[in-house]
């Protein structure tokens, strides 16, 4: 939509969206490198025609593609960069974004700091069903809970993806990502001695594979289909049907152009690999498993790793059983076992962790709720006068320690007789107009702004910076007497008079802003009155004598 000649989104998504659909297509298709320069040309597209949410789409995608690429680094530097220009209410924003920065802090060997970004992560990721952006943050946190190995997690929060109303826009994905979730899950089990439970993780798998192949059918998505039969293909081979489980990983990659970075890939050429090996063809295994261990990946690769030297410890036992052939089975079956042996530590480390850290954000809340009640007017929801105070003990204990404090705005707003409207009305009634003020003076702040009620029907609002004070007083006036208070009571009229000052200090302005209300109560109220001239100096928070 455009407006007066500035680009104008109408939702979540930019005007130029497309752009991000492409790069994210590229990038599900294992095609980074090209993904990379679509989204830095759309960006700077974005950028020019003031598309905030498409750019920001953009360089998120383009975190991803350096993670997938091996630029840790560089991943991470994204991700901070989107993290320091989002707007506080953008939380899932910041849950996919931390999300990202989790997997990219693990895969340099950072567990610490990639835990504490992972779980304020899935703090942010419980509400799948609240927008788009909630579902694809839930969706990114999945991902990094499975990079550490941390699959119940995992499901669970994928399966409340695939339970979101907006989940059609992403559903192929959606089953990619349980059936990878499980497939992987089954080879750790595996990995580790528990054949019930892997083979339970399998099945799972294969529901897994078969709803993303419909989806893709229904979507179109003709190499989607080919890769979750990939998938299938090694999924059976684990089940021990090697025969099937190599006939449909052979028909699934020569139907696509395999990217050995692409999970699906990877599976299948290991599939391929230790089938062969049975079938007496081990030189063309082992050069197949050649190749497995060398591509980089960032996901799971110590699984990864793990899964490739067990398929080679297949290998040697496969051919006739000499002393040396044994030995090398026996030294490749060693390193598996230690390998799985320090995966699993982690793994339990990384729970642990997990755990602690969400203990402790409950902590932190239940404390934040109880602070929050300490400063908060229970009738109106907004700021009591313990909060005015804490920012002038603030101010006062600058003071005494030689710091300088920040020039403060502030209106202070008292309702016009409101004696009156509780002797006509009722107290109650009385109590619905300061509640409905309330909410007036706070649909009058801008962001950074205080809102408070500082007693009976008294309110001050601390402005975050001088500019424009005078024309939010008058914002607030303008709003009290366009309100329908008839709606409270047919007798209703209520009117509001407000101070204005902006002075050095906190206590300062509320000193002037109370004289200069009290004026405007003297000169016929209904009325904002600025404080000029000299400023009262008052040792005390104003304590008010004024008639209403």
């Known amino acids: 939509m455009r407006t007066a000649g500035v680009l104008v989104p109408t939702s979540e998504f930019g ?28 960006e700077l597209l974005c950028t020019a025609a003031r598309d905030v949410r498409t750019a920001r789409y953009l360089r998120f995608i383009r975190g991803i593609c350096l993670l997938e690429t091996g630029d840790t680094a560089g991943a991470v530097e994204v991700g901070g960069r989107l993290l320091r220009d989002l707007p506080p209410e953008e939380s899932a924003w910041r849950g996919k974004v931390l999300a990202l920065v989790a997997e990219a802090l693990l895969t340099q060997g950072m567990p610490t700091a990639a835990m504490d970004a992972l779980s304020e992560a899935l703090a ?46 992403v559903r192929t994905n959606v089953h990619r990502a ?58 059976l081979h684990r089940l021990g049907h090697d025969d099937l489980g190599y006939a449909r990983v052979q028909e699934a990659l020569a139907a696509i152009t395999p990217r050995d970075e692409l999970v699906e890939v990877r599976a299948a050429r290991l599939a391929e690999a230790v089938v062969l090996a049975r079938r007496g063809r081990d030189g063309e295994a082992r050069e197949l ?7 980089t990946v960032h996901e799971n690769r110590e699984l990864w790793e793990a899964l ?21 089975a026996r030294g490749w079956r060693r390193m598996s076992e230690l390998a799985m042996a320090r995966l699993w530590r982690d793994r339990e ?70 004696k009156a409207v509780n002797d006509t009305c009722s107290h109650g009634t009385g109590d619905l107009v300061l509640q409905r003020l309330g909410q007036l003076v706070q649909a009058a702040c801008r962001h950074g702004d205080t809102a408070i009620r500082y007693g009976g029907d008294e309110f001050v609002v601390l402005l975050s910076d001088a500019a424009g004070a005078a024309e939010a007083a008058e914002r607030l006036l303008a709003a009290v007497r366009g309100e329908d208070w008839r709606v409270l009571d047919p007798r209703l009229s209520v009117r509001v008079s407000v101070g204005c000052a902006v002075r050095a200090s906190v206590a300062e302005a509320l000193a002037c802003a109370d004289a200069a209300l009290s004026t405007a109560k003297r000169a016929g109220r209904d009325r904002v009155v600025r404080a000029d001239g000299p400023e009262p100096r008052r040792d005390v928070v104003p304590a008010s004598g004024r008639t209403s």
């Open 15 to 42: 005007p130029f969206d497309v752009l991000s659909e492409w790069a994210i297509d590229l990038a599900n298709a294992g095609r980074w490198d090209l993904a990379l320069r679509r989204c830095r040309e759309g």
């Open 124 to 169: 942010l990721a419980q509400d799948p069903a609240a927008s788009y952006n909630h579902l694809s943050a839930a969706f990114s946190t999945a991902t990094a809970l499975r990079s550490m190995l941390l699959f119940e997690q995992c499901h669970s929060l994928l399966g409340r993806v695939a339970q979101a109303p907006r989940v059609d826009m």
């Open 178 to 235: 349980l059936a990878i979730t499980n497939a992987l899950w089954g080879c750790l089990l595996d990995l580790t001695g528990d054949g019930e439970g892997a083979t339970r993780r399998y099945h799972q798998a294969l529901g897994g594979t078969a709803a993303m192949s419909a989806s893709a059918r229904a979507e179109g998505a003709t190499e989607m289909r080919w890769r979750a039969q990939a998938l299938e293909g090694f999924v």
């Open 289 to 295: 498993l050649s190749s497995f261990r060398h591509v």
């Open 308 to 328: 490739g030297t067990a398929a080679l410890a297949d290998v040697d036992l496969e051919p006739v059983r000499e002393e040396g052939a044994r030995a090398a």
């Open 349 to 418: 480390g990384r729970f642990e962790a997990l755990a602690d850290r969400a203990r402790v954000q409950t902590l932190e809340q239940e404390a934040a709720r109880h602070s929050a009640a300490v400063l908060t007017d229970p009738l109106t929801g907004l700021g009591n006068r313990r909060r005015l105070q804490e920012r002038l003990d603030d101010e006062a204990a600058a003071a005494r320690a030689g710091r300088a404090v920040d020039p403060a705005a502030l209106l202070f707003v008292d309702v016009d007789e409101f």
